[in-house]
């Protein structure tokens, strides 16, 4: 499917993101440095890996094959999305970047307790390997058919690479791997959206080749309506706002920039999601015929690239597939990085090595990333045996019964100051009793036997729609127990020791970082992100000289000239470089 010329741009690409983590091999000087910048990071770079790390190649798969399905309703995925970073930037971006932890789970610790941290913490661990391991699978469902290898070859080879980027530079070679990937992905995903309906014989055909039913934001027809709807907006509420992200925000060096960090992010989903369903919108309203692929279960999931494999110059595919490459790549770094801080600070610095200096904590975390990287590998080639299940499927299901549960308790942990410690874990107990609850009893044999009547209706409702049920029954009983839990347990909740603690926490997330505490950004740092988005740009601006179609040139420098623009207003941003003490003049 790649020509030659594409498949340069993915060996470049490939090559570029290795080099970036050779580039930050040396910014783990100690943990919160190697862990979260140590808050030197700038909104913009923090805000797009945000935003990166919010979706996968999942999108340009699963979620495509939603949009060739049913339309318009897959939006509401990705604008429940922004609207949880909005509620990221009215609040709960700037409680986390106060509560001046260098993880996640120290903050957990502050306002829940040493127990409730070593409970997140092991639960946190196997979450996130799990869900790298879908991110990978659904990469490696849109890579084989385009590269023609074995899906498990696809997914050894992309994951060793991940791997090496999060580990050699550590939250520096993530974060900034993830903006200049952001870079590569907006502009291509634009062409795309455009070139797919110039192909299809432009926008009037594509209004009047979609089914009616494909323009119901609800999809009422295909069994989503307003109830999905709520409950993928719950999901994502709680799963965006919970303390287990505060780690997001703690890279940069304040409050105020990291609510324009959790605004940038809420932004760009906002508007650029609407151009990434185009394409498998357009291949439906053309008519593209899908066809079978080895180990994909719904041909659907291969909409995106079959049209762009059609209406894309020669060039510009392979663009594509390093953005969508990327996209998925993106969330992985993040969540490896992200778990390895949390296993060093939570688990081996406190319990097994309470004397180890920054250095052996910044090794451990590299090992600990290498670690999870390959259980991660691991998960995904177990993923690829179940050929009967869809990756959007795998995706929602995971979500309904593994993410909501864990991300409830942290969600309401920040709202409500007075709750017992044990509150938090037994919400998540109550969460999985329900969501097992939920999930199975409607497929037994009893509740196929009930007589007909408004339970037996229930039970079948709730069969066929098992996200829609998990997902409001594990929020909606998870939140009454966690609340519950608070307002029985009064003033009482918790032994003086532990309430100091907890109005410490809180008195912390009040007060603004000051400016003693404020770390200044690391311009040196951000002059080399700079200079590779002109490397990047400049390879591109190549690509386009070189092209064989004029199609492919004017496309291709328009790439080129937002990475390069990109790159130039980054430079200007920054304070100039000091004069060097041997050349000023007496």
Not at 17 to 36: C, M, P, T
Not at 222 to 241: H, M, Q, R, S, Y
Not at 456 to 474: D, E, L, M, P
Request: charged letters at 10%.
């Amino acid at each position: 499917m790649l020509s030659t010329f594409d498949y340069l741009v993915v060996i470049f690409y490939l090559l570029f993101l290795a080099s970036i983590g050779w580039f930050f091999r040396h910014s783990g000087k100690d943990s919160s440095e190697y862990f979260r910048g140590g808050g030197k990071m700038s909104w913009w770079m923090v805000g797009a890996s945000g935003f990166m790390g919010a979706f996968s190649a999942w999108t340009f798969t699963g979620a495509a094959g939603l949009a060739y399905d049913h339309g318009f309703v897959v939006i509401v995925l990705y604008w429940a999305n922004a609207l949880g970073f909005f509620f990221n930037w009215s609040y709960f971006a700037r409680m986390s970047r106060n509560s001046r932890a260098i993880t996640a789970m120290e903050a957990v610790r502050a306002r829940l307790g040493p127990l409730n941290e070593q409970v997140f913490t092991w639960l946190q661990v196997p979450f996130q390997v799990l869900q790298a391991g879908i991110w990978l699978y659904g990469l490696a469902i849109f890579c084989t058919p385009v590269f023609g290898l074995d899906l498990r070859v696809t997914i050894l080879v992309c994951g060793v690479v991940v791997v090496f980027v999060a580990a050699a530079g550590g939250s520096w070679a993530v974060v900034a791997g993830d903006f200049i990937q952001a870079l590569v992905l907006v502009p291509i995903t634009l062409v795309a959206a455009i070139t797919a309906v110039q192909y299809i014989g432009g926008p009037a055909r594509f209004l009047d080749g979609l089914p009616a039913a494909h323009w119901d934001l609800t999809a009422a027809a295909a069994d989503f309506g307003p109830w999905w709807i709520i409950a993928v907006i719950l999901e994502k509420i709680t799963n965006i706002n919970g303390l287990n992200y505060a780690s997001r925000y703690l890279c940069v060096s304040d409050s105020r920039t990291a609510r324009k960090a959790a605004l940038f992010s809420a932004l760009l989903f906002l508007v650029g999601s609407v151009f990434w369903f185009i394409p498998p919108l357009a291949a439906r309203a053309g008519g593209l015929a899908m066809g079978t692929f080895a180990g994909v279960a719904n041909p659907a999931e291969m909409s995106y690239i079959m049209i762009a494999a059609k209406c894309l110059p020669v060039g510009l595919l392979g663009l594509l597939v390093t953005g969508i490459i990327s996209s998925t790549l993106s969330s992985m770094d993040s969540g490896l990085n992200r778990n390895a801080g949390i296993f060093v600070r939570s688990f081996y610095l406190p319990v097994l090595r309470p004397q180890a200096g920054e250095k052996e904590l910044v090794f451990a975390g590299r090992i600990t990333t290498w670690g999870f990287g390959a259980l991660a590998i691991i998960m995904a080639l177990f993923y690829s045996s179940w050929r009967d299940l869809g990756v959007f499927q795998l995706m929602m299901n995971f979500s309904a019964l593994v993410a909501t549960p864990y991300a409830v308790p942290l969600f309401w942990c920040l709202l409500v100051r007075r709750s017992p410690d044990w509150a938090a874990w037994s919400t998540i107990v109550v969460c999985c009793f329900v969501g097992g609850l939920v999930s199975l009893l409607p497929k037994t044999d009893w509740a196929a036997g009930l007589t007909p009547g408004t339970i037996a209706t229930s039970f079948a409702w709730a069969k066929g729609h098992s996200y829609i049920a998990i997902t409001v029954a594990n929020v909606a009983l998870g939140s009454l127990w966690f609340l519950g839990a608070a307002a029985l347990a009064g003033r009482r909740a918790l032994p003086d020791a532990r309430r100091t603690q907890v109005q410490q926490f809180f008195q912390h997330v009040d007060t603004d970082i000051t400016p003693a505490e404020r770390e200044a950004p690391d311009d040196a740092r951000h002059r080399g992100i700079a200079k590779m988005c002109l490397v990047y740009g400049g390879f591109i601006t190549l690509l386009a000289v070189i092209s064989p179609t004029w199609s492919g040139r004017l496309w291709l420098l328009f790439c080129a000239l937002f990475m390069l623009g990109v790159g130039a207003a980054i430079r200007r941003t920054l304070r100039p470089r000091a004069p060097h003490p041997d050349t000023t003049t007496p």
